[in-house]
């Protein structure tokens, strides 16, 4: 299994990126996906996440980020608008089975498969 995260890189603040992640040697739609991002120094977090159908989403913060999946093409995306400087991070996908159970918001609970993750670098 391999999940390959991209799209990240430097922007202002108040600018806006797409992060992509592909997914190959699983079936995608019996995964939920997830984005976390950790910067330096601290703590891997939760910012969204999309059951297997992507008719359900869950957010840390709700507003700026938006979550989807496109399972024809085996692939979730982050779409991050009005980036702040505390955006800052590295951005890591990850993948659950449907069936798993435990907190989405909770990176203890996704213990399955993780991508190598995607820098995100928001200046002021």
């Known amino acids: 299994v391999q999940l390959q995260a991209s799209g990240g890189g430097l922007v202002q603040a108040g600018g806006s990126l797409r992060l992509s992640c592909v997914a190959s040697g699983l079936t995608f739609d019996s995964y939920v996906m997830g984005w976390f991002r950790q910067a330096p120094g601290k703590e891997r977090v939760f910012v969204a996440a999309i059951s297997w159908s992507g008719r359900d989403t869950y957010y840390s913060d709700s507003g700026r980020f938006t979550i989807s999946r496109d399972n024809a093409k085996n692939t979730v995306y982050l779409q991050m608008n009005s980036l702040k400087p505390e955006d800052t991070a590295v951005y890591y996908c990850?993948?659950?089975?449907?069936?798993?159970?435990?907190?989405?918001?909770?990176?203890?609970?996704?213990?399955?498969?993780w991508g190598q993750g995607t820098q995100v670098t928001v200046s002021s």
């Open positions: 990850a993948a659950r089975p449907r069936s798993s159970t435990g907190s989405y918001y909770l990176a203890a609970n996704w213990r399955d498969y």
